[in-house]
C-alpha cells in the first residue's frame, strides 16, 4: 500500500481542523437544527465511518448523471451490512496505477475551504444529505426486491417444473428508519424539522395519506408497502420544504444529486407507477403536482374547462429538483393519471348517459404546454406528447408559443408548408422521417415469451461459414444491415427524397448496431475537450473528484426561470451550454464550415494530442478509452468525414443543450460507405464505385479481423455500450427494474501502434464518404418523441431515415 507522507499528513489535519472550526461556528440557529454534533466518528465506528466517507465521494463524483445506476455509485446503507467489498473506488483504480481519467487535469484541490468552494454549507446539510442517502439506498432496495419477487412469481406461473436454482436470488429490503410505524415516521420527520408546529402539521398530513393507504395494506407486499410509506413521508418532507428552497443549489444547479430536496423528489417519483397500479390516481396526482411545481393541491376539481387553471399555483425552485427529461415524463404522467381519476370520478358520480367532459384536462395542458415551452423546463418531445393532446397540427399550437430548444436546434414543426394544407388538417400532425417499408416474417416461437425480441431469416447465406444453422436468426436490426448492404432499401418510390436516391448508387453499407455510440465518442474527442480547454471551470465544484468523466454540470440542461416579480422575465439556470455557450457556439460555428478532410483530421488530431500527453506506453496502458480510440481511430474520421462539419454541429449543439435527454434516444444503426465519384461529365452514377473499406481503413473492417470475430458479414460491432455515456448509465432514467450490473468490457492487452492520418485518397482518387442513420421499427413497434427529434435535427444537414418492417399480411 502507498504509504502517504508528513506533509500530506500535516495537510490533512489542517484540513480537518479547519472544517471542524467552521462546522462548530456556525450560527445559533443553525446549530439548534442540529441533532447530534459531529457526523465524524472514526474512533467509535471506524468501518462505517469509512463507508460514509466512500459513499459521499463516489455520490459527489457520480454527479447528477448516476442518480440511478447499477449499485456502483454508492447509494447504498452505511447503517446495515452489505456488500460494500464490491465496490470499485476510481481513487484506488488511479492510485494502483490501474486506470487514467482525461479530464483530472481540469480538478483543482483547494487548500483554503471556504464559502465559495465548500459543497455544505453547514454540518447540518451534511447530515441531511445522509439521511436522503440512506432513504435513497432503502427505497432502491425495496424495488429491486418487488421486482425480483414479481419475476419469480412469473416464472412460477409459467412452468411448475422450474428448479430452485433457475430462481433468481431474492433481496431483502431494510426498513432503516421504521417507517411502516407511526413512531418511526414521526421521529425521521424530527430529524430534518426542528419547528415544532412544522412538524406536527406535516405528521398529520403523512398519518391522513398513511390512513388511505391502510385500506389496501392487505393486498399489498412489505416491500410495496414500504415503497409506498416511504415515498408518502418523503412527498410532504419536500413540500414544506421546497418553501425555504436553498440558495446555493440556485447558484450551483449540478449539486443536486447530493441535495436532500432532490433526493427526496426521486423517491417521490420512484413511487408513482406504484400508487398507479393501484388506482390511487388522485394520491399520484398530488405528488406529481409537489415534485413538478410545488403546490398542495387539496382537492382536484373537475368542473369545468378552467378548472384546474384556476387552482395551478408554481414554484419555481422545483425546476432544480429534476433534470428535464424526467420533468417531461412527470408532466405527461401528471395528465394521464388526471384523466384516470376524472373518469372515476365520473363513474362514481355520473350516470352511464351522461358523457365525460375532458376539456378540464385540456385547459389545464394547453396552460402546461404553454409554461412549459417558454422556459424549456421539459425536452420538446414532452412538449410534442402534450400537444397530441389538443388534437391539432403542432404547427398551430406552437403558434405564437416561443421555445428556445425549438429555434437552437431547428427542429421543424412539418414537412410542409402549405398553410392551405395545415389548415384542412382535424387532427394532430407534425414533421415525420422518410421512411423505408419492408416485408419480413418474423420466425415462430413455440414458447409464449413476449418479451422477447423477433427472429428473423435473413436474406443472405454462407455456407462456408461455421457457424450452425440454428443461430443464422437475425434481429430486426441486424436484417435492417443485411437489406442495405445488398442494396435492397433504401426504396427508390421516394419521389421527395431529398438527397435523389434513384441517383445515388445503392448498396455496400456496412454498418453498427449502437444508437449513437460512434456520435457520443465524437462529441468526447472532438467537442467537449477543445470547450473545456477554451472556457476556465470559474467553480471547483465543476470537478468534485479527480476522477469524473464529465463535469457536472454537463447534466444540467438549458432551462429558463421566471422572475419573483411576476414581471414575464426570465433568467437562465446555470447549465452547461449556458455557462459555456460563447466557446460552444465559436467552436460549432467553425466546425460547421470545415472541409470533410478537415473534419477527419480534427478527429485525428484530438486523439492524437491525448496520446502525446502521456510521458510513455505505460502510461498510456491505464487510459483504456484512449486505447479503443486508438484502435478505431481512422474509422472514426471516415465517420465524422462522411458525417461532414454542419450535421456534427448541429448534433454536438444537441448534447451541448441538454445531454442528460439527447444522449439516448438516437438512431439504432449508423450506416457508412465510400466511393470514388465518377469524373464523367454525364453524371452516370453507375459509373461510381465502391472502395473496399478493409483495404482503405483496415482496422475493424480487414479480413483478418472478421474471420477472427467469425462475422458472416462486414462487420457488426456491440450495442448499448455504457462507457459511451459521459457520467451516466445508458438506463438512468429508463426505468425502476434496472439494477443489473455493467457487463466489464475486455481490457487491450497490447498497446496498439498509433495509426496513420487518414487521407480521403484511394487508388489516386478522390474518395467520398456516405453515412446515414436509420431507426429501424418491427411491426407493432412506433416512434417515441424523443427519437423522432433526433431524426428531425440530423435529417436537416444530414441522411436520417427509419426502416419499417411489416408482415406479408399486413403489407397486402
Request: proline share 3%; hydrophobic share 35%.
Amino acid at each position: 500500500m502507498y504509504a502517504p507522507k508528513k506533509a500530506e499528513v500535516d495537510n490533512a489535519l489542517k484540513m480537518i481542523e479547519s472544517e471542524w472550526n467552521d462546522a462548530t461556528t456556525d450560527s445559533s440557529m443553525q446549530r439548534s437544527q442540529r441533532s447530534v454534533l459531529s457526523t465524524i466518528r472514526l474512533r467509535e465506528a471506524p468501518l462505517q465511518t469509512l463507508r460514509r466517507l466512500m459513499r459521499l465521494f463516489l455520490c459527489a463524483g457520480g454527479g447528477p448523471g448516476s442518480m440511478r445506476g447499477d449499485g456502483t455509485n454508492g447509494w447504498r446503507s452505511c447503517l446495515v451490512e452489505g456488500d460494500w467489498h464490491k465496490v470499485e473506488y476510481p481513487g484506488l483504480n488511479s492510485r494502483f496505477g490501474l486506470e487514467a481519467y482525461s479530464l483530472q487535469k481540469y480538478f483543482v484541490a483547494e487548500p483554503d475551504h471556504n464559502s465559495g468552494t465548500r459543497v455544505f454549507e453547514t454540518l447540518n446539510e451534511f447530515r441531511l444529505f445522509e439521511i436522503g442517502a440512506e432513504l435513497r439506498s432503502s427505497i432502491d432496495q425495496a424495488i429491486e426486491a418487488y421486482e425480483t419477487d414479481k419475476m419469480i412469481r412469473r416464472r412460477k406461473e409459467k412452468s411448475s417444473t422450474v428448479t430452485d436454482t433457475s430462481q433468481p436470488d431474492a433481496v431483502s429490503a431494510v426498513d432503516v428508519f421504521h417507517l411502516l410505524t407511526k413512531d418511526g415516521r414521526f421521529n425521521l420527520v424530527r430529524k430534518v424539522f426542528s419547528c415544532e408546529l412544522e412538524l406536527l402539521t406535516i405528521c398529520r398530513k403523512i398519518e391522513n395519506d398513511v390512513q388511505q393507504l391502510n385500506t389496501i395494506r392487505d393486498s399489498m407486499s412489505e416491500h410495496e408497502s414500504l415503497i409506498l410509506t416511504t415515498s408518502i413521508v418523503c412527498r410532504w418532507m419536500l413540500q414544506f420544504r421546497i418553501n425555504s428552497f436553498s440558495t446555493s443549489l440556485i447558484a450551483r444547479p449540478w449539486l443536486r444529486h447530493i441535495s436532500l430536496d432532490a433526493i427526496l423528489t426521486y423517491v417521490t417519483w420512484d413511487a408513482v407507477p406504484f400508487l398507479e397500479k393501484r388506482d390511487l390516481y388522485v394520491m399520484a396526482s398530488s405528488s406529481l403536482m409537489t415534485i413538478l411545481f410545488g403546490t398542495e393541491v387539496h382537492n382536484f376539481y373537475f368542473g369545468g374547462p378552467d378548472a384546474l387553471s384556476n387552482q395551478f399555483q408554481y414554484n419555481q425552485h422545483a425546476q432544480y429538483l429534476l433534470p428535464r427529461r424526467n420533468r417531461g415524463k412527470a408532466i405527461e404522467r401528471l395528465l394521464i393519471d388526471l384523466t384516470h381519476a376524472h373518469r372515476k370520478s365520473h363513474k362514481e358520480t355520473s350516470n352511464k348517459t351522461t358523457p365525460l367532459d375532458l376539456s378540464p384536462i385540456q385547459g389545464f395542458c394547453r396552460l402546461l404546454l404553454g409554461n412549459t415551452a417558454i422556459s424549456c423546463s421539459i425536452p420538446f418531445s414532452s412538449i410534442r406528447n402534450l400537444a397530441r393532446r389538443l388534437k391539432a397540427p403542432l404547427i398551430k399550437t406552437m403558434d405564437g408559443i416561443s421555445n428556445d430548444e425549438m429555434q437552437l436546434l431547428h427542429i421543424r414543426l412539418d414537412n410542409v408548408s402549405s398553410s392551405d394544407e395545415i389548415e384542412s388538417c382535424t387532427g394532430y400532425r407534425d414533421w415525420t422521417p422518410e421512411t423505408d417499408v419492408a416485408v419480413a416474417n418474423a420466425i415462430s416461437n413455440d414458447r409464449d415469451e413476449s418479451s422477447k425480441r423477433c427472429a428473423f431469416v435473413g436474406w443472405e447465406s454462407n455456407d462456408n461459414d461455421n457457424r450452425p444453422e440454428s443461430t443464422r436468426s437475425l434481429n430486426v436490426e441486424e436484417l435492417a444491415l443485411e437489406l442495405y448492404h445488398s442494396a435492397r432499401l433504401p426504396n427508390t418510390n421516394d419521389k421527395d427524397n431529398k438527397d435523389n436516391v434513384s441517383n445515388v448508387p445503392r448498396g455496400n453499407w456496412e454498418g453498427w448496431h449502437n444508437e449513437g455510440g460512434h456520435a457520443r465518442k465524437l462529441f468526447r474527442i472532438m467537442f467537449l475537450q477543445a470547450v473545456l480547454e477554451s472556457t476556465p471551470v470559474d467553480d471547483p465544484t465543476i470537478f468534485l473528484t479527480p476522477y469524473q468523466h464529465s463535469p457536472h454540470d454537463l447534466h444540467v440542461g438549458y432551462q429558463k426561470i421566471a422572475s419573483d416579480d411576476c414581471n414575464k422575465k426570465f433568467s437562465l439556470i446555470r447549465g452547461f451550454y449556458e455557462r459555456r455557450r460563447h466557446s460552444v457556439e465559436a467552436f460549432l460555428s467553425k466546425l460547421s464550415q470545415q472541409t470533410d478532410q478537415s473534419v477527419g483530421d480534427i478527429v485525428y488530431d484530438s486523439v492524437k494530442a491525448r496520446w502525446d500527453s502521456h510521458a510513455n506506453d505505460e502510461s498510456r496502458m491505464k487510459d483504456v478509452p484512449l486505447l479503443r480510440d486508438v484502435a478505431e481511430l481512422r474509422t472514426l474520421s471516415m465517420i465524422a468525414a462522411g458525417l461532414g462539419g454542419q450535421a456534427l454541429s448541429s448534433m454536438f449543439r444537441a448534447l451541448a443543450f441538454d445531454y442528460r435527454h439527447y444522449s439516448g434516444g438516437l438512431p439504432d444503426l449508423l450506416l457508412a460507405r465510400a466511393r470514388c465519384p465518377s469524373t464523367h461529365t454525364s453524371g452516370d452514377s453507375k459509373d461510381n464505385h465502391f472502395v473496399d473499406l478493409g483495404e482503405w481503413i483496415g482496422e475493424a473492417f480487414c479480413k483478418d479481423y472478421i474471420e477472427e470475430e467469425n462475422l458472416n458479414r462486414s462487420i457488426s460491432m456491440l450495442a448499448d455500450r455504457d462507457d459511451d455515456f459521459l457520467g451516466c448509465s445508458k438506463n438512468v432514467d429508463s426505468g425502476h427494474n434496472k439494477f443489473s450490473s455493467k457487463k466489464k468490457r475486455q481490457k487491450i492487452s497490447v498497446i496498439p501502434a498509433f495509426p496513420n492520418k487518414l487521407q480521403l485518397m484511394y487508388s489516386e482518387n478522390l474518395v467520398e464518404v456516405d453515412c446515414m442513420f436509420v431507426e429501424v421499427k418491427s411491426a407493432n413497434d412506433r416512434l417515441d418523441a424523443r427519437q423522432e427529434d433526433w431524426l428531425n435535427i440530423i435529417d436537416m444537414c444530414g441522411a436520417a431515415r427509419v426502416c419499417k418492417f411489416g408482415s406479408k399480411k399486413q403489407s397486402k
